[in-house]
């Protein structure tokens, strides 16, 4: 439009500023499309890529499809021999075990509890120990049965123990016992002690002493009353859970059970040779399980 010839000079100004805003739009807008262009051109590229990566990959597969070899053929292969070595690992280490087992001779029995066992056979115990292998019947499990009834009840009275029941020493609860550090002396370890039930059966009534030997000493924990006489069944069934299970032993009057802990060791015979017997054939009947337990495993692959 034409100016005012008064405003010449400020239509010439302002029309100069018009022009300078169109140019810096202008460049913002060249620029942007440039930018996209350029976003574009990369986009394509990337999908140039794509497409090529794709055919390089169908020609792969094709390749393989002809040869019967590709990456994944080949790893399966590898993850093929890498297993096939696994066995043959374990096997040695298995046999390294037992050699080891075998030279410190864990699965024989000790002398000292060799005799302590014949002492018990003489003083009146038969030992059931079904020791046949893994498995088998009552391998674990260890069971004493008096050979004559106690006299004047005439009730029978038997004893059983797991291998494992034991109880942890202070030093092996602490972390101590098998990855703590050595002090250099080599001291004979003491037995274990370990957990072991004493029933005596009479008229259709069992009484259940569970009991801890220590030291050769026998700690009550608790006694209880159950139905029946059937000692194997108790032995191998266990207390029902539903059953009471007995009082606190140490809340009983003291008289009370010093007259408990007196009639299981005086009456029925359960003394300080079985509490020693106890603990000792535990740590012998456990080694002997580890041992038919190594060769178990090996004899699998």
Not at 255 to 269: A, M, N, P, R, T
Not at 271 to 292: I, N, R, W
Request: charged fraction near 25%; charge should be negative.
């Amino acid at each position: 439009p034409s100016c005012h010839p008064l405003h010449t000079g400020t239509c010439s100004v302002a029309m100069l500023h018009r022009t300078a805003s169109f140019r810096c739009a202008a460049s913002r807008l060249l620029t942007t499309s440039r930018s996209q262009s350029a976003a574009a051109g990369s986009l394509s590229v990337l999908a140039g890529h794509s497409r090529c990566s794709a055919i390089s990959a169908n020609a792969s597969a094709a390749s393989a499809a002809a040869t019967g070899d590709s990456w994944n053929v080949s790893s399966c292969a590898t993850g093929r021999r890498w297993f096939s070595s696994v066995p043959a690992e374990l096997s040695d280490i298995l046999t390294r075990e037992l050699a080891e087992e075998e030279s410190n001779a864990s699965a024989t029995m000790p002398d000292d509890l060799s005799e302590l066992k014949s002492q018990i056979e003489e003083s009146g115990w038969r030992i059931v120990d079904g020791s046949s292998g893994l498995g088998a019947g009552s391998g674990s499990t260890i069971k004493l049965f008096k050979k004559d009834p106690l006299e004047g009840s005439g009730a029978k009275v038997a004893i059983a123990f797991h291998c494992q029941d034991t109880i942890p020493t202070e030093e092996e609860e602490e972390g101590g016992g098998f990855f703590g550090e050595d002090d250099g002396d080599e001291e004979e370890e003491d037995a274990v002690a370990a957990r072991f039930t004493v029933l005596v059966s009479r008229a259709g009534r069992t009484m259940v002493y569970t009991c801890i030997s220590e030291e050769a000493t026998v700690n009550v924990e608790r006694v209880c009353m159950v139905d029946g006489d059937d000692i194997e069944s108790l032995i191998n069934d266990g207390i029902d859970e539903k059953s009471y299970q007995g009082p606190e032993f140490s809340e009983l009057a003291e008289d009370l059970q010093q007259s408990l802990c007196s009639y299981v060791d005086e009456v029925c015979g359960v003394d300080s040779d079985v509490a020693a017997f106890v603990s000792m054939y535990a740590d012998y009947k456990e080694q002997c399980e580890y041992v038919a337990w190594l060769k178990s495993v090996k004899s699998m692959l």
